[in-house]
Protein backbone atom coordinates (compact mmCIF):
# COMPACT_ATOMS: atom_id res chain seq x y z
CA UNK A 1 0.00 0.00 0.00
CA UNK A 2 2.72 2.76 0.52
CA UNK A 3 4.21 1.88 -3.24
CA UNK A 4 0.29 2.34 -4.16
CA UNK A 5 -0.08 5.60 -1.94
CA UNK A 6 3.32 7.15 -3.70
CA UNK A 7 1.59 6.45 -6.92
CA UNK A 8 -1.00 8.62 -5.76
CA UNK A 9 1.17 11.48 -4.90
CA UNK A 10 2.89 10.95 -8.47
CA UNK A 11 -0.97 12.03 -9.61
CA UNK A 12 -2.03 14.57 -6.92
CA UNK A 13 1.48 16.32 -8.29
CA UNK A 14 0.09 15.71 -11.40
CA UNK A 15 -3.56 17.45 -10.91
CA UNK A 16 -4.85 14.10 -11.34
CA UNK A 17 -7.29 13.12 -8.32
CA UNK A 18 -4.90 11.00 -6.45
CA UNK A 19 -5.55 7.58 -6.49
CA UNK A 20 -2.46 4.75 -7.25
CA UNK A 21 -2.29 0.93 -7.14
CA UNK A 22 -0.22 -1.57 -7.60
CA UNK A 23 -0.66 -5.41 -9.00
CA UNK A 24 1.79 -8.26 -6.73
CA UNK A 25 2.42 -11.24 -8.46
CA UNK A 26 2.07 -14.65 -6.42
CA UNK A 27 5.76 -14.60 -5.30
CA UNK A 28 5.09 -10.56 -3.73
CA UNK A 29 6.93 -9.06 -6.98
CA UNK A 30 5.24 -5.66 -8.01
CA UNK A 31 4.63 -6.56 -11.55
CA UNK A 32 2.32 -3.26 -12.14
CA UNK A 33 1.94 0.19 -11.14
CA UNK A 34 -0.30 2.76 -12.02
CA UNK A 35 -2.18 6.48 -11.15
CA UNK A 36 -5.25 7.89 -12.08
CA UNK A 37 -4.16 9.69 -15.64
CA UNK A 38 -7.56 10.44 -16.65
CA UNK A 39 -6.53 14.40 -17.25
CA UNK A 40 -2.78 13.73 -19.43
CA UNK A 41 -4.21 10.90 -21.25
CA UNK A 42 -7.93 11.92 -22.24
CA UNK A 43 -8.99 8.58 -21.31
CA UNK A 44 -12.24 8.06 -19.27
CA UNK A 45 -10.97 4.37 -18.24
CA UNK A 46 -7.52 5.71 -16.91
CA UNK A 47 -8.03 4.72 -13.40
CA UNK A 48 -5.00 3.51 -11.75
CA UNK A 49 -6.27 -0.11 -11.41
CA UNK A 50 -6.66 -0.20 -14.83
CA UNK A 51 -3.67 1.53 -15.56
CA UNK A 52 -1.55 -0.84 -12.64
CA UNK A 53 -3.70 -4.39 -14.28
CA UNK A 54 -2.53 -3.48 -17.90
CA UNK A 55 0.50 -3.36 -16.94
CA UNK A 56 1.19 -6.38 -14.91
CA UNK A 57 -1.29 -8.80 -17.76
CA UNK A 58 2.04 -6.64 -20.23
CA UNK A 59 4.60 -8.52 -18.15
CA UNK A 60 3.01 -12.03 -17.44
CA UNK A 61 1.86 -12.11 -21.00
CA UNK A 62 -1.50 -12.83 -20.41
CA UNK A 63 -4.75 -11.10 -19.13
CA UNK A 64 -5.24 -13.69 -16.49
CA UNK A 65 -4.08 -12.22 -13.19
CA UNK A 66 -4.84 -15.52 -11.42
CA UNK A 67 -3.19 -15.58 -7.89
CA UNK A 68 -2.30 -11.55 -8.16
CA UNK A 69 -2.92 -8.74 -5.73
CA UNK A 70 -4.22 -5.64 -6.96
CA UNK A 71 -3.36 -2.73 -3.99
CA UNK A 72 -5.09 0.58 -4.60
CA UNK A 73 -5.52 3.66 -2.25
CA UNK A 74 -9.33 3.83 -3.16
CA UNK A 75 -12.31 1.44 -2.84
CA UNK A 76 -12.35 0.64 -6.73
CA UNK A 77 -15.71 1.76 -8.91
CA UNK A 78 -17.93 -0.53 -11.00
CA UNK A 79 -15.40 -0.75 -14.02
CA UNK A 80 -12.28 -0.95 -11.48
CA UNK A 81 -14.31 -3.60 -9.98
CA UNK A 82 -15.57 -5.27 -12.70
CA UNK A 83 -12.06 -5.36 -14.72
CA UNK A 84 -10.42 -7.29 -11.18
CA UNK A 85 -13.18 -9.68 -11.62
CA UNK A 86 -12.01 -10.11 -15.32
CA UNK A 87 -8.83 -10.58 -14.67
CA UNK A 88 -9.74 -13.25 -11.95
CA UNK A 89 -7.35 -11.22 -9.46
CA UNK A 90 -7.05 -13.32 -6.20
CA UNK A 91 -6.84 -10.47 -3.92
CA UNK A 92 -7.96 -7.12 -3.88
CA UNK A 93 -6.52 -4.41 -1.08
CA UNK A 94 -7.60 -1.58 -0.90
CA UNK A 95 -7.17 1.97 1.90
CA UNK A 96 -10.15 4.52 1.65
CA UNK A 97 -13.99 3.96 0.98
CA UNK A 98 -15.33 5.55 -1.42
CA UNK A 99 -19.37 5.77 -0.09
CA UNK A 100 -19.78 7.83 -3.18
CA UNK A 101 -19.42 5.16 -5.95
CA UNK A 102 -17.47 2.29 -4.38
CA UNK A 103 -18.43 -0.86 -5.87
CA UNK A 104 -16.56 -2.75 -3.02
CA UNK A 105 -18.67 -3.28 -0.72
CA UNK A 106 -20.30 0.74 -0.39
CA UNK A 107 -22.46 1.10 -3.30
CA UNK A 108 -22.50 -2.04 -4.65
CA UNK A 109 -20.42 -5.38 -3.85
CA UNK A 110 -19.74 -5.94 -7.34
CA UNK A 111 -16.40 -8.15 -6.53
CA UNK A 112 -18.38 -10.34 -3.75
CA UNK A 113 -21.34 -11.04 -6.40
CA UNK A 114 -22.44 -14.65 -5.90
CA UNK A 115 -24.01 -14.34 -9.38
CA UNK A 116 -20.52 -14.22 -10.86
CA UNK A 117 -18.01 -17.04 -11.56
CA UNK A 118 -15.15 -15.18 -9.57
CA UNK A 119 -14.97 -13.81 -6.55
CA UNK A 120 -11.77 -12.15 -5.83
CA UNK A 121 -11.30 -12.29 -1.70
CA UNK A 122 -11.45 -8.77 -0.39
CA UNK A 123 -9.21 -6.85 2.38
CA UNK A 124 -10.25 -2.92 3.22
CA UNK A 125 -9.64 -0.27 5.28
CA UNK A 126 -5.29 -0.58 4.78
CA UNK A 127 -4.13 2.00 5.45
CA UNK A 128 -7.43 4.38 5.20
CA UNK A 129 -6.79 7.41 6.87
CA UNK A 130 -3.76 8.09 4.36
CA UNK A 131 -5.08 7.08 1.46
CA UNK A 132 -7.93 9.09 2.24
CA UNK A 133 -6.58 12.20 3.27
CA UNK A 134 -4.71 12.70 -0.17
CA UNK A 135 -7.80 12.69 -1.93
CA UNK A 136 -9.47 15.35 0.93
CA UNK A 137 -6.64 17.62 0.37
CA UNK A 138 -6.48 17.08 -3.27
CA UNK A 139 -10.47 17.88 -3.27
CA UNK A 140 -9.87 20.60 -0.91
CA UNK A 141 -7.49 22.45 -2.75
CA UNK A 142 -9.43 22.71 -5.41
CA UNK A 143 -12.16 24.10 -4.14
CA UNK A 144 -10.19 27.00 -3.09
CA UNK A 145 -9.10 27.64 -6.22
ZN1 LIG B 1 -12.16 2.90 -11.30
Redesign the pocket.
Known amino acids: MRQALAEARTAFDAGEVPVGAVVLAPSGEVIGTGHNDRERTADPTG?A??VAMREAASALGAWRLSGCTLVVTLE??T??AGAAVQARVGRLAYGAVDLKGGAVGSLWDVVRDRRLNHRPEVIAGVLADECAALLTEFFARRRVR
Open positions: HEIPCMC
